[in-house]
Antibody, heavy 124, light 111 residues
Framework: EVQLVESGGGLVKPGGSLRLSCAAS????????MNWVRHVPGKGLEWVAS????????NYADSVKGRFTISRDNAKHSLSLQMNSLRTEDTAVYYC?????????????????WGQGTLVTVSS | QSVLTQPPSVSGAPGQRVTISCTGS?????????VHWYQQLPGTAPKLLIF???NRPSGVPDRFSGSKSGTSASLAITGLQTEDEADYYC???????????FGGGTKLTVL
């Protein structure tokens, strides 16, 4: 069974840092691009970052560029999101999501499955 | 304000048909990028409902269908059931932003 399990969320003060992790299982992790998407309470979904299977292509939403860093460890089947200089507007449930089709460029792909999410709260 | 525009809410009685629109622009849907739809039941993660405009993953009932034309796409749900109450999101790629964009989400209420 394909499974994604996020961890690392919590309460952090503005300006602080947090590192999210996503443990993947049930598929050939290195063959798939991976993504982070967040859901602000009461609002919609927002794509945060994407990384290709080899880590050769990385892309960020403008709202997090320069503050967040996406990375992956294919040997450990793990995806990470290092979040620095956190702001109150970064408060959200963060999901990791897999590009469904292996080796297909992300812009032509779609997200399936998604993890259960981890809540990040930025507040003083 | 989301790059893709969806109605905030739609509603229908059990057994009826509803549609949810998703309007984009020439840099996303109009540029030929596919539209995907996700269903988010209360308190759960989004789930893929329609991919590449009109395709259903295995396990998704054929009551759900998708279409795309020009700079817009639509999700249709026929034979509404109470378990269809959820938030629905459209997604596409935007070449101007060089990233993924989502609609603001549509809350479906089954009366």
């Amino acid at each position: 069974e394909v499974q994604l399990v996020e961890s690392g969320g919590g309460l952090v003060k503005p300006g602080g840092s947090l590192r999210l992790s996503c443990a993947a299982s049930g598929f050939t992790f290195s063959s798939h691009n991976m993504n982070w998407v967040r859901h602000v309470p009461g609002k919609g979904l927002e794509w945060v970052a994407s990384i290709s299977g080899t880590s050769g292509y990385i892309n960020y939403a403008d709202s997090v560029k320069g503050r967040f860093t996406i990375s992956r460890d294919n040997a450990k089947h793990s995806l990470s999101l290092q979040m620095n200089s956190l702001r109150t507007e970064d408060t959200a449930v963060y999901y990791c999501a897999r590009d469904q089709v292996p080796f297909l460029e992300s812009k032509y792909n779609w997200f399936d499955p998604w993890g259960q999410g981890t809540l990040v709260t930025v507040s003083s | 304000q989301s790059v893709l525009t969806q109605p905030p809410s739609v509603s229908g009685a059990p057994g009826q048909r509803v549609t949810i629109s998703c309007t984009g622009s020439s840099s996303n849907i109009g540029a030929g990028y596919d539209v995907h739809w996700y269903q988010q039941l209360p308190g759960t993660a989004p789930k893929l409902l329609i991919f590449a405009n009109l395709n259903r993953p295995s396990g998704v009932p054929d009551r759900f269908s998708g279409s795309k034309s020009g700079t817009s796409a639509s999700l249709a749900i026929t034979g509404l059931q109470t378990e269809d109450e959820a938030d629905y999101y459209c997604q596409s790629y935007d070449s101007s932003l060089s990233g993924w964009v989502f609609g603001g989400g549509t809350k479906l209420t089954v009366l």
